[in-house]
């Protein structure tokens, strides 16, 4: 039998590897469309059509009429956004992997977080080059999505419709909203794109990386069109059954203070670390600090592309038009399909109010 370890060499080993450990997990991140990076479904200076899929609980907006045996609009169900917002890092790692974590300043203001904190730091350094990583390090704000892409859309081995998330930074969110809810104009507001029966496709323009452009959002068209057609029923079978919990899923992924810090540094942290007082100085966050990600091009925050977690999706559960009944007699006046919907028409997101930093 070799000579044991000491104790604190057994208990350095185990933190290192808890430390693996913890940064295994953080790419087991739910699957998403990603707008850049190697696995983005559009190349700079190209267009992609993306569907953006109404709130994850839609299932619940119909019931099955006793009497009919039909799905009919359920009237308590309340809605909401179909969005959710939250705060992310993006950072280079060892061998180029790209780490990624939700900050827990998603969900607490006040919450501790090394890599706010080592951004802040850097920011405050005299170096440039310090001060260009902080900026890059620090919190970004994204609004996520369920999403389908393509026309016809994307599918999955198994046949059935690619639903993964897709994450919009500030740019493409308020083009999104501008849509939506025409922005200063409301008369041009086209209401709630994100309706599976009576929605609106977008077209996503991604500018090439070093040049003046930005991000640019634009409808297909001037009509409403459904998810999707009836060449892609069967792809589409219980669809609504298959839409992400986005709530859940930030919850479920965004690590605590001690946790996105075993996540950056490789290590547990001192105490006083996570507080961010002046145990965490320049020379700690240089001692921590991986290769700078490449510089994203105007209004858009290159996240290199981490590979997303593949799992096969959900079986289906219901019928595939249950979650598209016809509207109530009320609401089945023709329209111009020439001419936006107005604001009434539908209920539009408002911009949420971003958290102060």
Request: a negative charge.
């Amino acid at each position: 039998m070799s000579t044991p370890l000491s104790p604190a060499l057994a208990d350095q080993m185990r933190r290192r590897a808890q430390a693996v450990k913890d940064r295994m997990a953080s790419s087991n991140f739910t699957k998403s469309h990603s707008l850049t990076g190697k696995n983005a479904v559009v190349e700079p200076g190209k267009e992609v059509t993306v569907r953006l899929a109404p709130r994850w609980d839609y299932a619940d907006s119909v019931r099955l009429d006793a009497a009919t045996k039909k799905y009919v609009p359920n009237p308590d169900y309340a809605g909401g956004l179909a969005y959710v917002y939250a705060l992310e890092h993006w950072w280079e790692g060892e061998g180029g992997k790209w780490n990624h974590e939700w900050c827990p300043r998603t969900f607490d203001e006040a919450a501790p977080c090394a890599v706010c904190t080592a951004a802040a730091e850097l920011m405050r350094s005299a170096s440039k080059d310090d001060r260009e990583y902080g900026k890059k390090l620090q919190a970004k704000e994204c609004f996520i999505f369920n999403a389908v892409v393509g026309d016809p859309r994307k599918v999955e081995q198994d046949g059935l419709a690619d639903i993964r998330v897709l994450s919009l930074n500030g740019v493409q969110f308020n083009a999104v909203s501008d849509i939506m809810t025409g922005g200063e104009n409301e008369k041009a507001a086209y209401g709630d794109i994100t309706s599976p029966r009576d929605g609106y496709d977008l077209v996503f323009k991604r500018p090439v990386k070093g040049g003046n452009d930005r991000w640019s959002v634009r409808t297909c068209g001037p009509n409403a069109s459904p998810l999707y057609g009836p060449e892609q029923a069967a792809a589409f079978k219980g669809w609504a059954t298959r839409l992400i919990d986005l709530e859940k899923m930030l919850s479920d992924e965004t690590k605590d203070s001690a946790g996105i810090f075993r996540s950056f540094y490789g290590r547990d942290p001192a105490p006083g670390e996570m507080e961010g007082d002046a145990a965490i100085g320049t020379a700690k966050t240089q001692e921590a600090r991986q290769t700078a990600p490449p510089q994203a091009g105007p209004g858009e925050v290159d996240p290199g592309g981490v590979d997303a977690a593949e799992e096969s999706a959900d079986a289906p559960e219901s019928p595939d038009d249950a979650f598209m009944p016809p509207p109530p007699a009320s609401q089945r006046a023709s329209k111009s399909p020439a001419t936006p919907p107005g604001p009434g028409a539908r209920t539009a997101p408002a911009k949420p109010r971003l958290p102060r930093r």
